[in-house]
């Protein structure tokens, strides 16, 4: 098993990556502080729920605790308001108190909404993260929690840190194969800001990564988590540094709201979003071989690098000027300088990101 530590004071909590740990989900709870006496609340979604909940809720009732369960609809449209007042219906009428947790079962989406419910219900109880996608191992690490309105991704949240991440690899057997490839985006976008080295290996181990080698996918993850929960260890509330994590998330996050949550999954946006930055990058007198390299590290994980032509770019600049990066008139860009370093550029004129949306949907670039 690989332990990582995040480092918050005493908020700090460890993130555990494995085979097999959910069948001891009983003793994880325990070392976390949750009391038998006080029900759980296990959050997941129509597509793992059918998978590991029932096993789960076995483990957690053979130990004395009292489980109930919600089972939301999966997908990204899932992460409402609407479905979160369902969550917080649940959790009501289970009578969950103070010393009650909430446990995320599920990737990226069921984590938000289950964090958000966990930060909210009575001002806040104990919340634990038990991802079962690739994706969630960067939504997992650093307290972010939300649920997104219909104008903006995640404007509705907080910063909301869980008491352990419990990462089973064996959950990630079952991905469709797309799924791996969309969470391993968040996975090279940690080498891309902070690790040359590690952002190469992932293309080269691309196809280790994407057919599932367990000493590949648990070094990958065990490094990605590592530099993230440095990040988050020095800036938790994106204060500055922590911003860097937004790479290709401005672009990225537009064409989420612009598609309806559904058409992209968030790596796959987020892949493109990438793309976009590196083309920017070069706009902004960057080396060109950043944009190269960075398309190529995404499309040997299987992952797009091109906008649709039908996606307008009037809809995709007023998605982004709902974003939480747009301040005060000026839009706010984390662009490489080079292959494993980032940097934050807070005033990029709007023409400019014209010019990079036009020609994400091109296939050849201009040089």
């Not at 990556?17 to 325990?30: E, N, Q, R, V």
């Not at 947790?101 to 806040?124: E, Q």
């Not at 996608?133 to 307290?143: E, K």
């Not at 065990?222 to 540094?241: M, P, Q, S, T």
Request: aromatic share 6%; hydrophobic share 45%.
């Amino acid at each position: 098993m690989r332990t990582i530590n995040v480092d918050l004071g005493d908020r700090s909590y460890p993130i555990l990556i494995g085979s097999g740990l959910l069948k001891d989900i009983a003793h994880y709870c325990a070392e976390a502080g949750f009391s038998e006496r006080s029900p759980l609340l296990v959050v997941s979604d129509t597509e793992v729920a059918p998978r590991y909940l029932p096993a789960l809720e076995e483990a957690l009732r053979s130990h004395g605790y009292t489980v109930v369960s919600h089972i939301m609809t999966a997908g990204e449209a899932s992460k409402s308001l609407a479905v979160y007042e369902e969550v917080m219906t649940t959790a009501i009428q289970a009578g969950l108190d103070r010393n009650s947790a909430v446990l995320a079962l599920g990737g990226g989406v069921v984590g938000d909404l289950a964090g958000f419910v966990a930060a909210t219900y009575m001002r806040g109880i104990g919340f634990l993260q038990i991802p079962t996608t690739i994706l969630a191992h960067d939504s997992s690490v650093g307290g972010k929690v939300a649920v997104n309105h219909p104008l903006a991704k995640n404007m509705i949240g907080a910063f909301y840190q869980p008491s352990m991440v419990l990462y089973d690899l064996d959950t990630l057997r079952t991905l469709p194969a797309r799924q791996v490839a969309s969470g391993l985006a968040e996975v090279v976008k940690h080498g891309l800001l902070v690790d040359k080295e590690f952002a190469y290996w992932c293309r080269d181990h691309a196809e280790e990564l994407l057919d599932l080698n367990v000493e590949a996918l648990g070094y990958a993850l065990e490094r990605g988590c590592a530099i993230k929960a440095d990040v988050v260890g020095n800036d938790e509330r994106e204060h500055g540094l922590r911003a860097i994590l937004n790479l290709g998330h401005t672009i990225g996050h537009a064409i989420e709201a612009v598609g309806g949550y559904g058409v992209f999954l968030h790596g796959e946006a987020i892949a493109i979003g990438m793309a976009g930055s590196a083309l920017l990058a070069a706009k902004l007198g960057r080396d060109t071989s950043i944009y190269e390299d960075t398309v190529s590290m995404l499309s040997a994980l299987s992952l797009p690098v091109r906008l649709p032509s039908e996606y307008d770019e009037d809809e995709l600049m007023d998605a982004m000027m709902h974003d939480k990066k747009f301040k005060e008139g000026k839009m706010t860009f984390i662009v490489p300088d080079s292959i494993g370093s980032v940097s934050i550029v807070n005033d990029v004129q709007e023409s400019l990101v014209r010019e990079v949306l036009a020609e994400l949907k091109k296939e050849e670039r201009p040089w």
